[in-house]
Each structure stands twice: as structure tokens, then as C-alpha cells.
């Protein structure tokens, strides 16, 4: 690769970064601002896409039966079952979805690490990136650990977790668009 597309890959991932950084920050404080909203449009929206997506796997066995497995059709009254559950009892609900943003959580930070570690010859961020993914993955495990803190509780740390990892992601992003434009003037 030449030094002239790196400077550009590396320009264009910053930007990347800091977009990424600036939506999460956004999306935090839209979060803190709005905790028993979130929690409740997060699991009507879900309710409605899971009745929606089972009615169209059913719709699709029925439209074509001899293409398509029983497994289809069984798929789809499982959604369409999550999905009434979650709209009439999104208590419920809540709870398992915490669970799942732990878990996101948790792979994501992993994933992140790994990723910081294999380009730190290459990306000069990459201890910040390494922190993003540590701070990912402790609030994955935080959320699994706690499933009793209650889902307020994990929109809150949601908020913060958004907040924290986007200024993070700016300042990478920051990072490798500077290293992308200090490369170029030594170059030349």
C-alpha cells in the first residue's frame, strides 16, 4: 500500500471515527434525557419489528410452501409471540433486553481490543481505541452481572457508556485524521 492511499484510508477512517463518536455522544445524552422513554420505546419498537418479521416469515411459507421449511413458519408465530409479549408486558421485556445490551456490549469491547492490539503498529490511536474496547467490555459485564439494577439503571449506564465511548472515538478519530495529515507533510 502506498503512503498516499494509508494517508487517505487513514484520513476517511478518522472521519469515520469522529461521526461515530459524535452520533454515540449524541445518542447518550438523548438517553439521560429521556431514561423511562428509551425503556419503553425501545420495547415497543422491538414488539412491533418482531410481530411485523413474524408475519412476514409467515406470509413467505405461505406464498411459496414447497421452497420453504415448516421451520419458517414455526419462526415466525416465535416472533410474533416475542413481539405481543414485549408490547403487553414490557417489564418483562426490559429486563431481557439489558441483558442483550450486555452482551452486545461485551463482544463489541472484546472485538475492539482485539482490533486496538493488532494494529498498533500501524494505527498511532490505538491505546485509545484499546480503552474504548475496555471501557465496552467492563460495561457489557457490569450489565451482566447486575441484572438486577434494573433497566433505568442500565439506560442510565447506557448514557454514560455512549457519552464516554464516542468522545473516545473523537478523540481516535482526531488522532489518525492529524497522524493521516502530519504523515502527508512529512512525505513531501
Known sequence: MSDASERKMFKHSGTA????????????????SLPVATVFGLVFVFGVFAIVDGLTNVAHYFYDP???????????????????????????????????????????GLSEIIFAFASRSSVNGWRVWLLTGLVTALFGLFVLINPGFGFLG??????????????????????????????????H
Do not use: D, E, N
Open 17 to 32: 471515527l469522529l461521526f461515530r463518536g459524535i452520533l454515540a455522544v449524541l445518542f447518550g445524552l438523548l438517553v439521560a
Open 154 to 187: 442500565v439506560v442510565g449506564l447506557l448514557a454514560a457508556f455512549s457519552v464516554v465511548a464516542g468522545l473516545l472515538l473523537i478523540v481516535c478519530g482526531v488522532k489518525m485524521r492529524r497522524g493521516a495529515s502530519s504523515s502527508f507533510m512529512y512525505a
Open 66 to 108: 414447497s421452497r420453504h421449511s415448516g421451520w419458517t413458519m414455526v419462526g415466525g408465530f416465535i416472533s410474533i409471540a416475542a413481539g405481543l409479549v414485549a408490547v403487553a408486558w414490557p417489564g418483562i421485556t426490559a429486563a431481557a433486553l439489558g441483558i442483550l445490551i450486555g452482551l452486545w456490549a461485551l463482544v463489541l
